[in-house]
């Protein structure tokens, strides 16, 4: 596995990866309109060029897991924020289904925490519905809920040190 910097030219290999992702993993957590292919392509172009979130910084980082054939079978999306007075947002993070529970997560994960940390992030938020089974992922590697929508960390070296040590 590779984990690379992802560039507007994977704009169609993420948006893959998180409509297969969410249709293999969390069917009943989203509506049509959240796994519809030029949503979702929009949503990446805007997120790329920094019109999306309104509450996050320029700085932003996507990362992309890929296999041996040099597919993307995983992907984090992040960037500073203002966000609940949090530093860091995680925006999107999908693995496919068939690649869970071998270390994509967790090493996209670490990286992105990298990241972070050399911007000076300390803490760390990420929304996610209630319903869905991956809150169980964050909630491993020590996430509180702020709200029923929201998970956080106060300490990103600490949460770095937990996630590479599980």
Known sequence: MNIDVATEGDIEELTRVEIRSKKQSVPKCFEYHEMHYWSRRSRWQTYFSGQSPRSSKSERL????????NQVIGCIAGHLTTRHNFD??????????????????????SEF???LIAKEAKTLCV?????????SFYLKYGGQHLNDYWIFWLDNSLLLKQLNHL
């Open 127 to 135: 929304g996610i519905k209630p319903a869905n089974p991956y809150n």
């Open 88 to 109: 860091g947002e995680i925006q999107s993070f999908y693995v496919l289904k068939e690649e869970q529970n071998r270390g994509v997560g967790s090493k996209l994960f």
């Open 113 to 115: 925490l990298e990241w």
């Open 62 to 69: 996507v990362l992309k897991a890929s296999d041996e054939s």
